[in-house]
């Protein structure tokens, strides 16, 4: 929190300079934050739009790795950043159940932002180790119902995607695990595909290419249709959990009092990046879809972003389980 008055006093003469800024901008490199871990999916999202939108900006975007906290330490660090367009923040439907999840933090999880636009909607995959004894999704169940705590599940801590999909996972079940909390699913892939942990609930981006592989075994999608990169996976309704349904959104975002010829700049080519054939091609193979145009927006974005706001409050409220 007093981080604002010392960006409000920054923004005053940026905003002045605007138009000649933007002209200029960027004139070294960009700094996208990923707010886990590297080898997960928002890392796999950031590093793919982070090369496409390079050359339609004429500069280099960096991928860092500011992992931890679920999500929240990454996210401050961009808040409380220059506004000046050289620090950006790629992160996921964490941002919209942070603000309620958490109730103490060290920035504001809301107006510490500007929005940029959208970047995907991707689903997620309830995966196991390959050596599970359960080969279905019902089969699953019963072994959760069977061992209950005995079994591992990983996350990417209180706030990530994961987190949420597990908790859906066992209030649908009715059986609590124990939960196994990773700086982001990339590392927690690694114990998966190892047979450390037993249980993971990930994004396609994450989860594809192993679940194709044979190294992880998969027992449904969590979304409402199946998704052509894995045709054979049913759907967690088909597969009898008829409720269970959840997909993760990703939105690109820049400290608060980032001047608006800046953010639209960003957004310009966050638009071009989603049109790339190589974007397209490696998200189609990892199970999703870029988001059209007019949703990779700063408005429609900052929209989707306050009403998930409010989707989500309730649900976590009901639910009692906060971070701290
Ligand atoms: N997929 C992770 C999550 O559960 C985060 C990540 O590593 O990208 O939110």
Not at 52 to 70: C, F, H, Q, R, S
Not at 121 to 137: D, F, K, Q, S
Not at 139 to 167: F, T
Not at 213 to 231: D, N, S, Y
Request: hydrophobic share 45%; aromatic share 6%; proline share 8%.
């Amino acid at each position: 929190m007093t981080q604002l008055p010392r960006r409000a006093v920054l923004a005053a003469p940026a905003a002045l300079a605007a138009p000649a800024l933007a002209q200029a901008y960027p004139t070294r490199p960009i700094t996208m934050v990923v707010p886990f871990a590297a080898g997960g999916p928002t890392d796999t999202v950031a590093r793919l739009l982070a090369q496409a939108m390079g050359p339609d900006l004429g500069g280099t975007i960096v991928v860092e790795n500011v992992a931890g906290a679920g999500g929240t330490l990454g996210a401050q660090r961009v808040a409380q950043a220059r506004p000046d367009g050289y620090t950006i923040l790629c992160h996921h439907i964490g941002m919209a159940t942070i603000p309620t999840l958490y109730r103490r933090l060290a920035y504001d999880p809301v107006n510490g932002f500007a929005t940029i636009g959208m970047i995907t909607e991707v689903p997620m995959t309830i995966v196991g180790r390959r050596t599970l004894e359960a080969n279905t999704l019902a089969e699953l169940v019963a072994l959760v119902r069977q061992r209950g705590e005995r079994l591992n599940y990983a996350n990417a801590g209180i706030g990530a995607a994961s987190h949420l999909c597990g908790l859906l996972f066992m209030s649908a079940v009715g059986t609590a695990m124990t939960t196994v909390p990773y700086r982001g699913t990339g590392p927690a892939m690694n114990d998966l595909v190892a047979g450390t942990v037993d249980l993971m609930c990930d994004q396609t981006t994450n989860t594809a290419e192993q679940i194709r592989a044979g190294t992880i075994k998969a027992f449904a999608v969590t979304t409402r249709e199946r998704v052509p990169a894995l045709p054979e996976l049913p759907t967690a309704a088909e597969a009898g959990l008829p409720d269970f349904e959840i997909s993760v959104w990703h939105g690109l975002y820049a400290p608060r009092g980032t001047p608006e010829p800046i953010i639209n700049r960003l957004s310009q080519s966050l638009q071009v990046a989603l049109r790339s054939p190589v974007l397209v091609q490696r998200f189609a193979d990892l199970g999703t879809t870029p988001v059209p145009p007019e949703r990779a927006t700063p408005a429609y974005h900052q929209r989707f972003w306050q009403a998930d706001i409010a989707r989500w409050r309730p649900i976590i409220q009901a639910a009692g389980s906060f971070a701290d």
